[in-house]
């Protein structure tokens, strides 16, 4: 047993890798993982093109893509293999876990995120080709990606809601979930089992970008610089932990029962960009602080080895109910709008995977070239 295998035990945590590359599924690497405790993999444009860029067992694939498709048609393609790969790895975890966890995730195309009726022909289409119950389709909680969730769900999609930076959107999103199930419910489905979703909550950003503004503030107001220094780093978790404090209240509502009856399972909030980005906060600042049941956090490699190596498994995302909140009220008092907070990083974070997407794009069109001679 690994410490992973505790922190989905004992912890109620399911770990999933934050991280997909055609490598880790040739040299079995995936398949380690998986017999060390890792529960299910996620994975965005930033990632894919990380990969194909830095992997050269993509370039024979593409190369006889090319003689058919055009460069984005190629890119998924490609995107489609690994998924399908990667699936049937975690196709036993999914089948012995129930359709708890095993599940893959791959992202409709970010330039979708404030397309509703996109993101909907998307999804569907994703979820048509690669035809695997343990998939997880992609969706960022825009306003209009929000919009197309309860749609999606309504017609029996499993989604992973990406891009959750903020408690109101966070609500927002478990309502398009619940309210999807009940016109599904309502259109004559008796068993909503088959549906499964997750809220990706994103963590470490929210410090940086906290951090950021308070330094400023600092800056500016010398009589109140080390009062406002002294609260860096500590949105992030605060936030996070007001977070399952809404999933708990959500999903032990009457309505939720109602849907429980008819086979309904909860909407896991996923405690997404973990990885440490200050270096001088703990390596394990986004794991250690976040575990409970009925949640999952998805690592990158670095994060994952970590805990494999020093993490400490005890319930700490619920152990002081009140300190989320107080934490909150702290940093609303010393004038950060945690609401603006995050609509700055909904926007970075879609403009961060567009840019990704199109550089990939640039760079497979540049290969493209080469191969052609």
């Known amino acids: 047993m690994t410490r992973l295998h505790d922190l989905y035990e004992i912890g109620g945590q399911s770990p999933w890798l934050d991280n997909l590359r055609r490598d880790y599924l040739r040299s079995g690497r995936l398949g380690d993982l998986v017999s060390r405790g890792v529960r299910g993999v996620t994975s965005n444009p930033t990632i894919f093109a990380k990969a194909i860029e830095t992997d050269d067992d993509y370039d024979e694939q593409f190369g006889d893509l090319l003689a058919s498709h055009d460069i984005e048609a190629a890119y998924w393609e490609m995107v489609v293999s690994d998924i399908t790969a990667a699936l049937e790895v975690l196709a036993p975890v999914h089948e012995a876990s129930g359709g708890i966890d095993g599940y893959v995730s791959v992202e409709v195309a970010p330039a979708l995120a404030h397309d509703a009726p996109g993101t909907l ?27 197309a969730i309860r749609t999606l769900v309504a017609e029996g999609h499993s989604i992973n809601v990406t891009l959750i930076f903020g408690l109101a959107r966070y609500g927002e999103v478990v309502e398009a979930y619940i309210g999807g199930l009940e016109d599904r419910l309502a259109s004559g489905v008796d068993d909503l089992s088959p549906v499964r979703s997750v809220a990706s909550f994103f963590v470490s950003r929210v410090d940086t970008e906290v951090d950021r503004r308070l330094d400023r503030l600092a800056d500016r107001d010398d009589s109140r610089a080390e009062q406002l220094l002294a609260l860096r780093g500590t949105a992030a978790v605060a936030q996070a932990r007001a977070a399952y404090g809404i999933f708990t209240e959500k999903f032990s509502s009457q309505r939720w029962v109602n849907l429980a009856a008819h086979g309904a399972t909860v909407q896991r909030p996923l405690w997404a960009s973990t990885s440490t980005k200050n270096p001088a906060y703990p390596d394990l600042a986004y794991v250690e602080t976040l575990i409970g049941p009925d949640t999952v956090n998805t690592m990158p490699d670095e994060t994952l080895d970590a805990f494999l190596d020093h993490g400490k498994v005890l319930r700490t995302v619920d152990s002081d109910p009140g300190a989320g909140p107080a934490a909150l009220d702290r940093l609303a008092e010393a004038g950060i709008d945690m609401e603006d907070v995050a609509a700055t990083l909904e926007d970075q974070g879609v403009a961060g995977f567009t840019k990704s997407f199109d550089e990939l794009l640039e760079v497979l069109a540049t290969k493209a070239k080469q191969m052609a001679g």
């Open 121 to 147: 022909s998307a999804a569907r289409s994703l979820h048509e080709r690669i035809a695997a119950p343990n998939l997880h389709v992609k969706v960022p909680a825009t306003l209009e990606g929000v919009e």
